[in-house]
């Protein structure tokens, strides 16, 4: 009888303490749970439909905002001895590079917030925020 007690209590220790063990391997499988989740309120399908209206609006802004403004061909129209000329060609350049800037930004900023919202649907499809079926793909996958 001891012997049959002795086995069990090897058997739970070692099916225990290889659980325990997986379940801390696979710990980057939950990774994504500890980033910031600025959408996590939102519904599934909301979440959806943001993003794909975000990705419409990027996509748009992209065109428009094209490349980064050239300040030599505005300043190389004035002649070299027209100081003034330059200065103003400059100045101009200046209001052209801040507003493709703030544009730019903008682009940035949508990109970053659709960054976001791809981790919130990924982290749906993967199922991670119901709990027990979290819990149990740590300890079950190998």
Do not use: C
Request: charged share 30%.
């Amino acid at each position: 009888m001891f012997k049959a007690f002795l086995l069990f209590a090897v058997l739970v220790i070692g099916v225990g303490g290889g659980a325990f063990y997986n379940y801390q391997r696979n710990a980057h499988l939950d990774a994504d749970l500890h980033k910031p989740r600025p959408f996590s309120s939102l519904s599934t399908p909301d979440v959806a439909q943001l993003l794909a209206a975000y990705e419409k609006d990027v996509a748009r802004l992209k065109g428009n905002v094209g490349k980064a403004p050239s300040g030599a061909d505005v300043i190389d129209r004035f002649d070299a001895s027209d100081v003034g000329g330059k200065a103003q060609g400059f100045a101009s350049f200046q209001k052209n590079n801040e507003r493709w800037k703030n544009a730019r930004g903008h682009v940035f900023e949508l990109e970053k917030t659709i960054a976001d919202l791809r981790l919130e649907k990924s982290i749906r499809d993967r199922n991670l925020d119901d709990e027990q079926a979290r819990i149990w793909r740590r300890l079950t996958t190998f």
